[in-house]
């Protein structure tokens, strides 16, 4: 359905504190293009236009700029009734003030005519169904999507908002804003029906308000601010309910949705220049986030109701973020300039910290709350060296900590620990500005990162243990990055580029995990316009990138198998070596056939990627791969693989100096395969007796599309 919403009253106002513009002596500028376009699409719909409208339409644009020697309005409308409309209109007076205001659509089509085996209560918080008891493989299971309700996974963002900006006693300014985001549909979810998975359609019903607001003085050579900022976001749903049809009776579980929260920051910000042509820039900030979240007192858990002893049912959420830095800049000598900086960037965690006992186990449970502290300092310097070379080394150190506390538990193993790594950061970048027909940069930066997990323990029996496994963000790792680019103009009517660029990462201390990433990529870009009448483009890029990583599984969750030194106690290890490989390019012809009259443009662009996932199984590993299968033939082919084929022909007459009129042609064609979405089943096994049930949420994303478009456009 097309949306012809009305623009809030907020638009207007710039129109009644402009006057300065509305002189005798004003002129007025701008267009307006009506158009039209007619769409034929075989395939999915929704993935043809995830962000914009797929369907036929009529709409148009338009501008208008009124401007005298005080003042100016300006009016800018895109996409008119469309779903990804937009408009902006601006006035003010020079040197005194500026007031905008805009209203936005913003739209994002998932899947359309998605399935769900809930026969009531899509588009709400209360799903619903009179199904009790199924088990994989009775005959009302396959049933249950193909005879079920349909809906489309789609959401809207409608936003507007206004600013104004006052100058009327320079050097003193201040600035503020309001704007608010409306934002509503579908999207999935998943959710667990007592002991199988299912996919959800999940309520969107969010509205966000902020409110900016700043003063400050700006006169050479001197700059000071002070700001606020403040935004509430408010959901209309706290939890998504339904029907638990796994149960024996109509029992009902939920899923909990992003709470109701507010955000308010203060900042400061100050730059005063010095002699020697420097510059010290400083910055702070404070800011805390709340939420208040109600909790469930009960679980269902199979089919059971369980009850859940909490120390406090109403969770009180905070974060406090302090953030400030020093920036100071010099250009002493002409081929000399630089920069030295630090940054502290910290969030305290004061939300909350509740204990959880569910009837029928032992021991207590709780929430983590996570702190998150990072440092950092560094230096850069540019050299100007004879030759036409710039040299530019650098060096970074950054210390992150990551600290948390666990509730006392009966368990085992209950860590407290601060997770922290440095890094160490530092590199070089050379540029040749060559003579004037090529030019050439290369880079290279390394990154040493150690992190501290070397002291902690882990228990296995009465046996201390060093962690086997880190995640990847924290872990030890040694990273080098170099590239190459250089552009050529051999004639006034060509020019060439070329860009190399390769990373390699070695988690050096990861055993079980991730543990190394490659990558290379190459570039190569043409241009050639041999006279006035037509001009070629082209360009190719090529990517290959490689993760490797090792997986073990233990014998079964009493034996130590994962993290003792016995690697064939009915254990096995895997390594799993994922590659992409990318390929896009294009070409493209502009052609002026009548000058000041008709222009002809075509372009082609292809993109692809496939992947590949090697599995390995380790040669001392108790476990081989299924009967029937290889090393050489258990690897997975189907990985993310993806082409799409796009052509535009278009072409531009002018009826006369007012008016112009543009038509042409568009092909689209996108193919998706990935072994988790080729053959989709809306209902799988998950076991003898319990399925998995989705709802199509971006499945079959395959389409081809036709589009021919029309627009007129009358200049003013």
């Not at 010095?274 to 820039?281: G, T």
């Not at 660029?501 to 995990?513: A, L, S």
């Not at 992409?580 to 009259?597: H, L, R, Y």
Request: charge should be negative; glycine fraction near 8%; charged fraction near 20%.
């Amino acid at each position: 359905m097309k949306k012809y919403n009305y623009l809030p009253a907020v638009l207007l106002l710039p129109l009644l504190c402009a006057t300065g513009a509305q002189a005798a002596d004003n002129e007025v500028t701008g267009f307006v293009m009506p158009s039209v376009k007619s769409v034929h699409i075989s395939g999915n719909k929704a993935k043809y236009g995830e962000y914009g409208d797929p369907d036929s339409n009529i709409s148009g644009s338009v501008e208008v700029k009124s401007e005298s020697d005080t003042g100016y309005v300006t009016f800018n409308a895109a996409d008119i009734a469309q779903d990804t409309q937009n408009y902006k209109i601006e006035g003010g007076q020079y040197g005194k003030f500026r007031l905008d205001a805009f209203y936005n659509e913003i739209q994002h089509n998932n899947t359309f005519d998605a399935k769900t085996f809930y026969a009531g209560g899509v588009g709400t918080n209360q799903l619903t169904s009179p199904l009790s008891n199924v088990r994989y493989g009775q005959a009302i299971t396959p049933d249950m999507v193909i005879l079920g309700n349909t809906f489309d996974y789609k959401v809207s963002r409608d936003q507007y908002g206004a600013g104004l900006r006052l100058d009327l006693m320079k050097p003193f300014f201040a600035n503020l804003s309001v704007s608010r985001e409306d934002r509503q549909g579908l999207k999935p979810i998943g959710a667990a029906n007592s002991s199988f998975p299912a996919e959800l359609p999940e309520p969107v019903d969010y509205k966000t308000n902020i409110i900016q607001a700043e003063v400050g003085y700006g006169k050479n050579p001197y700059f000071a601010s002070v700001g606020y900022t403040h935004s509430n976001f408010d959901n209309a749903y706290d939890a998504l309910y339904f029907t638990d049809i796994y149960a024996t009776a109509n029992q009902t579980s939920f899923v909990s949705l992003p709470p109701d929260n507010d955000y308010s920051k203060f900042d400061l910000k100050g730059r005063v220049k010095l002699p020697l042509k420097s510059a010290l820039a400083l910055a702070y900030s404070e800011s805390q986030a709340t939420s208040e979240a109600t909790l469930a007192s009960t679980l269902n858990a199979g089919g059971t109701i369980r009850t859940i002893t909490l120390g406090d049912s109403l969770f009180d959420g905070r974060v406090d973020t302090t953030n400030y830095s020093a920036v100071l800049t010099s250009s002493p000598l002409d081929f000399l300039d630089g920069k030295i900086f630090y940054k502290n960037y910290e969030t305290k965690n004061k939300s909350d910290k509740i204990s959880i006992i569910e009837s029928g186990t032992t021991g207590q449970l709780g929430n983590d709350l996570f702190d998150y502290n990072k440092e950092s300092y560094g230096i850069e310097v540019g050299l100007k060296l004879p030759g036409r070379v710039t040299l530019t080394p650098f060096y970074t150190k950054v210390e992150t900590k990551r600290p948390f506390t666990l509730l006392p538990s009966t368990a085992e193993f209950n860590p407290s620990y601060d997770v922290t790594t440095d890094d160490n950061i530092y590199g070089i970048n050379a540029k040749w500005k060559g003579t004037d027909f090529i030019s050439a940069n290369i880079g290279y930066e390394r990154l040493d990162r150690d992190d501290n997990m070397d002291s902690f323990r882990m228990k296995h029996g009465d046996t201390d243990l060093d962690p086997y496994t880190r995640e990847s963000y924290i872990a030890s790792q040694k990273k080098n990055t170099y590239k190459l680019g250089f552009d050529v103009f051999p004639t006034d009517t060509l020019s060439l580029g070329f860009t190399l660029k390769h990373k390699n990462i070695d988690y050096d201390e990861t055993q079980v995990g991730l543990t190394g990433e490659r990558s290379t990529s190459y570039g190569a870009s043409a241009s050639f316009t041999p006279n006035d009448t037509v001009s070629f483009s082209a360009y190719a890029n090529y990517e290959t990138a490689t993760r490797e990583q090792l997986v073990r599984t233990g014998a079964g969750a009493t034996t130590g198998s994962p993290v003792d030194t016995d690697p064939t106690d009915a254990a096995y290890n895997i390594t799993t070596t994922l590659e992409d490989k990318s390929f896009d390019w294009g070409v493209g012809v502009n052609v002026v056939a009548i000058p000041k009259t008709l222009i002809l443009s075509a372009q082609f662009d292809h993109t692809r990627s496939d992947g590949l996932v090697d599995y390995t199984y380790g040669p001392t590993s108790a476990a081989v791969p299924p009967a029937g299968w290889t090393n050489e033939t258990i690897d997975f082919s189907s990985w993310d693989d993806y082409k799409k084929d796009a052509l535009q022909l278009k072409g531009t007459y002018s009826l006369s100096a007012k008016v112009d009129l543009t038509g042409g042609y568009a092909y689209e064609k996108y193919k998706y395969s990935d072994g988790h979405y080729d053959n989709y089943r809306n209902v799988y096994n998950a076991s003898a007796t319990a399925g998995g049930y989705l709802s199509g949420a971006n499945a079959n994303p395959d389409y081809t599309a036709n589009v021919v478009f029309l627009a007129a456009k009358y200049k003013f």
